[in-house]
């Protein structure tokens, strides 16, 4: 609603006044800046490029974007538009993920604040991330969350249950950490010299595998975008192949201990300050569905709402 010249958004348990000429991208980014403090970015930005956290560094690409992308010629119904850039859809992306969360979750609680100081860290910044990614997955359909906070044992990231069904999943969300890429030490290798390592993160995936609950993993890639080559063309499938073929084949008597296996490629930041398609990167993904499964999903439905979210990751509606 507009009250007195200002804009005032309702998200989940919070309420945000905002100018009234603000679209809903920028509405996205501004959660981004009141979750992660204005000081925060202060101190980050006060660092040299090299050294700043890479949610500010896209802060800072956004605001030079935004610069020279705003002339009348790109100006429609008094509001300007263009493709965004790598770095300014990462960041978009990440407002309405959290956008999202807190949107559909009925718990405040529910969304840990730890989640928001894990991505602040540099160290812990990716793997919380795509953590966020995957939830957000979740929260769409409609799941409400709990996160496994417990620190004295292995464990998954959160259950998720569906507000209609009543179906009640354990989800793992795990993402490729590469040299030189969202703040990992070292040198980026090229794509030929990069070991994809699926088979590793899988294994470390099932080790966190519940006991009573079907269980959903997500891996993401981490790597470039390979749109003109083919899913069996790329170096990525082949390894997926191999980490496949190192577990036992399912059978009715020994099944898997995992329902659906997520592999994604979100990785816009990759594009840096090039303009990015949404949708080539949702189609650079692939889902493993074992024969058999250990616990299976009680309503048939569950499955296929996953699988048509999470293709559906990276587009963000214009407004509600």
Same mark, same amino acid.
């Given at each position: 609603?507009?009250? =007195?010249? =200002?804009?005032?958004? @309702?998200?989940?348990?919070?309420?945000?006044?905002?100018?009234?000429?603000?679209?809903?991208?920028?509405?996205?980014?501004?959660?981004?800046?009141?979750?992660?403090?204005?000081? +925060?970015?202060?101190?980050?930005?006060?660092? #040299?490029?090299?050294?700043?956290? &890479?949610?500010? $560094? +896209?802060?800072?690409?956004?605001? %030079?974007?935004?610069?020279? !992308?705003?002339?009348?010629?790109?100006?429609?119904?008094?509001?300007?538009? *263009?493709? #965004?850039?790598?770095?300014? +859809?990462?960041?978009?992306?990440?407002?309405?993920?959290?956008?999202?969360?807190?949107?559909?979750?009925?718990?405040?609680?529910?969304?840990?604040?730890?989640?928001?100081?894990?991505?602040?860290?540099?160290?812990?910044? !990716?793997?919380?991330?795509?953590?966020?990614?995957?939830?957000?997955?979740?929260?769409?359909?409609?799941?409400?969350?709990?996160?496994?906070?417990?620190?004295?044992?292995?464990? +998954?990231?959160?259950?998720?249950?569906?507000?209609?069904?009543?179906?009640?999943? @354990?989800?793992?969300?795990?993402?490729?950490?590469? #040299?030189?890429?969202?703040?990992?030490?070292?040198? !980026?290798?090229?794509?030929?010299?990069?070991?994809?390592?699926?088979?590793?993160?899988? $294994?470390?995936?099932?080790?966190?595998?519940?006991?009573?609950?079907?269980?959903?993993?997500?891996? %993401?890639?981490?790597?470039?975008? *390979?749109? /003109?080559?083919?899913?069996?063309?790329?170096?990525?499938?082949? %390894?997926?192949?191999?980490? &496949?073929?190192?577990?036992?084949?399912?059978?009715?008597?020994?099944?898997?201990?995992?329902?659906?296996?997520?592999?994604?490629?979100?990785?816009?930041?990759?594009?840096?300050?090039?303009?990015? %398609?949404?949708?080539?990167? *949702?189609?650079?993904?692939?889902?493993?569905?074992?024969?058999?499964?250990?616990?299976?999903?009680? /309503?048939?439905?569950?499955?296929?709402? &996953?699988?048509?979210?999470? @293709?559906?990751?990276?587009?963000?509606?214009?407004?509600?």
């Amino acid at each position: 609603m507009v009250h =007195k010249g =200002k804009k005032i958004r @309702a998200v989940g348990s919070r309420i945000y006044v905002v100018q009234p000429s603000q679209t809903f991208h920028q509405f996205c980014i501004h959660i981004v800046g009141t979750d992660f403090g204005k000081h +925060w970015y202060q101190d980050e930005r006060a660092k #040299p490029e090299t050294e700043r956290h &890479i949610v500010a $560094n +896209w802060y800072t690409s956004y605001c %030079d974007f935004t610069k020279a !992308q705003s002339s009348e010629s790109k100006k429609v119904s008094g509001v300007w538009s *263009a493709l #965004p850039s790598g770095y300014v +859809w990462s960041l978009v992306t990440l407002g309405y993920d959290l956008y999202s969360i807190r949107h559909n979750t009925e718990n405040p609680q529910d969304f840990p604040d730890e989640l928001i100081s894990r991505m602040k860290n540099r160290s812990e910044f !990716q793997g919380a991330r795509y953590e966020v990614a995957v939830a957000t997955i979740f929260a769409r359909l409609d799941f409400n969350l709990t996160y496994m906070r417990s620190k004295s044992t292995k464990h +998954w990231e959160f259950n998720a249950r569906h507000k209609v069904t009543g179906e009640v999943v @354990a989800v793992e969300a795990k993402s490729r950490h590469r #040299p030189g890429v969202l703040h990992e030490p070292g040198q !980026q290798l090229s794509l030929d010299a990069t070991k994809v390592g699926v088979a590793r993160v899988l $294994n470390q995936a099932l080790e966190q595998k519940p006991d009573r609950l079907p269980f959903v993993v997500f891996i %993401d890639l981490n790597l470039p975008l *390979a749109s /003109d080559v083919s899913h069996p063309g790329r170096k990525w499938w082949k %390894d997926l192949e191999r980490a &496949i073929e190192l577990q036992s084949r399912p059978t009715a008597s020994a099944p898997a201990e995992f329902n659906a296996l997520f592999v994604t490629n979100f990785s816009y930041h990759y594009a840096q300050k090039k303009t990015v %398609d949404a949708d080539e990167y *949702a189609a650079d993904s692939s889902l493993i569905i074992p024969r058999y499964s250990r616990i299976p999903f009680r /309503d048939n439905r569950t499955l296929r709402m &996953i699988d048509q979210e999470a @293709a559906r990751y990276g587009y963000v509606p214009h407004g509600w």
